[in-house]
T-cell receptor, first 115, second 112 residues
Framework: DTEVTQTPKHLVMGMTNKKSLKCEQH?????MYWYKQKAKKPPELMFV???????INESVPSRFSPECPNSSLLNLHLHALQPEDSALYLC??????????????FGSGTRLTVV | SQQGEEDPQALSIQEGENATMNCSYK?????LQWYRQNSGRGLVHLIL?????REKHSGRLRVTLDTSKKSSSLLITASRAADTASYFC????????????FGQGTRLTINP
């Protein structure tokens, strides 16, 4: 299995809602990532988990809360979002840091709309 | 700020022609990677070139790297309509690190 699976594919939520994005991989990767991508812009890193521990938080607002329950799963919990948080949220995984680095495997993303 | 800057921002060519995209970066790198993104979808890893390599091929893709100029190019030969997508270069920000930083991307359109 060489896929990263993200659910849901589309999500519309109100500013007072609580929702979660899910990401799953079965490639044995021990690093997982959340990226945010606005239209016609490159992906921007939000969080990095390495061996199930949060290793990088790119000063993301606390209304975004990541969680890595095990080596295959990555969640992004959303609460009290703003309309400007509407974007494509991408999950990726890779082998951990090392001299051989083969790049990321991305999921198809969750298209989030905050109303 | 983004590590990589790409040009052109948009490129439109006829099917069968070659497409060349360029990427410049700012800091020393361990490797440079190219990704493709179809509209509204996830990114697909195309090719990785290490800092000690100057050129690499994969099918119709040819990537060059000039570390003295801090630049890379992606050439797609004999383009097809299915190559229509956005193409991003990406570099690990820290030597060997997991954190990839993406360039602004080139939107490529192949006209039939």
């Amino acid at each position: 299995d060489t896929e990263v699976t993200q659910t849901p594919k589309h999500l519309v939520m109100g500013m007072t809602n609580k929702k979660s994005l899910k990401c799953e991989q079965h490639m044995g990767h021990r690093a997982m990532y959340w990226y945010k991508q606005k239209a016609k812009k490159p992906p921007e890193l939000m969080f990095v988990y390495s061996y199930e521990k949060l290793s990088i938080n790119e000063s993301v607002p606390s209304r975004f809360s990541p969680e890595c329950p095990n080596s295959s799963l990555l969640n992004l919990h959303l609460h009290a979002l703003q309309p400007e948080d509407s974007a494509l949220y991408l999950c990726a995984s890779s082998q951990p840091t090392g001299p051989i680095f083969y790049g990321y495997t991305f999921g198809s993303g969750t298209r989030l709309t905050v109303v | 700020s983004q590590q990589g800057e790409e040009d052109p921002q948009a490129l439109s060519i006829q099917e069968g022609e070659n497409a060349t995209m360029n990427c410049s970066y700012k800091t020393s790198i361990n490797n440079l990677q190219w990704y493709r993104q179809n509209s509204g979808r996830g990114l697909v890893h195309l090719i990785l070139i290490r800092s000690n390599e100057r050129e690499k091929h994969s099918g119709r893709l040819r990537v060059t790297l000039d570390t003295s100029k801090k630049s890379s190019s992606l050439l797609i030969t004999a383009s097809r309509a299915a190559d229509t997508a956005s193409y991003f270069c990406a570099t690990p920000l820290i030597q060997g690190a997991q954190k990839l930083v993406f360039g602004q991307g080139t939107r490529l359109t192949i006209n039939p």
